[in-house]
């Protein structure tokens, strides 16, 4: 069974950083494309980064260009989030999830929170 | 890709339809993705292609449209089915893009 778990979310202060992980199972994680989404509190949906199958390519949000970072290790199933110079308005539950052959986003996990306050 | 779902906020009574409805602002031909959040959980997917169900989802949901219309069906509420809709497209990017939600709320 496919799953995907978060972890590494924390209260941490405006320009501080924090590296998220995500846990991947029960699917061959090399050969899928994968993304981490988050969502502000009461808010709707935002992508944020998105690698290849790979990790020889990485794209990300204008929001988050140059301040967050996405990698993986497929040796270790797992993908990462390495977010510095964070800001209050990165406050959020952050999803990694799994693309689907058109990047449609068909298994997410169950979340991880970061909060930025001072 | 701008898009954007109406209504916000949908009232229904469980065992009614539902319409939902999402545009984009430009052409996204059939990359429309639909996603449903119920409170406290993550996202699942719906729908791909506009109107292929995902795994294991019932048939009372359904998907349509095409360019810049599209629509999520669901015809006859389950007390599961309550949630927020999001519709999500994957045509043109960076960024994938979502709508703003509908919420599906009891009348």
């Known amino acids: 069974q496919l799953q995907l778990v978060e972890s590494g979310g924390d209260l941490v202060k405006p320009g501080g950083s924090l590296r998220l992980s995500c846990a991947a199972s029960?699917?061959?994680?090399?050969?899928?494309?994968m993304s981490w989404f988050r969502q502000a509190p009461g808010k709707g949906l935002e992508w944020v980064a998105y690698?290849?199958?790979?990790?020889?390519?990485?794209i990300y949000a204008d929001s988050v260009e140059r301040r967050f970072t996405v990698s993986r290790d497929n040796a270790k199933n797992s993908l990462y989030l390495q977010m510095n110079s964070l800001r209050v308005e990165d406050t959020a539950l952050y999803y990694c999830a799994s693309a689907g052959t058109l990047n449609w986003f068909d298994s997410w996990g169950q979340g991880t929170l970061v909060t930025v306050s001072s | 890709v701008v898009m954007t779902q109406s209504p916000a906020t949908l009232s229904v009574s469980p065992g009614e339809g539902a319409a939902l409805s999402c545009r984009a602002s430009?052409?996204?031909?059939?990359?429309v993705a639909w996603y449903q959040q119920i409170r406290g959980q993550p996202p699942r997917l719906l729908i791909y292609?506009?109107?292929t169900r995902a795994t294991g989802i019932p048939a009372r949901f359904s998907g349509s449209g095409s360019g810049t219309e599209f629509a999520l069906t669901i015809s006859s509420l389950q007390s599961e089915d309550f949630a927020v809709y999001y519709c999500?497209?994957?045509?043109?990017?960076?960024?994938?893009?979502f709508g703003g939600g509908t919420k599906v709320e009891i009348k």
């Open positions: 999500q497209q994957y045509n043109d990017w960076p960024p994938f893009t």
């Open positions: 029960g699917f061959t994680f090399s050969d899928y494309y």
């Open positions: 430009q052409s996204v031909g059939i990359n």
């Open positions: 292609g506009a109107s």
């Open positions: 690698i290849s199958n790979s990790g020889s390519y990485a």
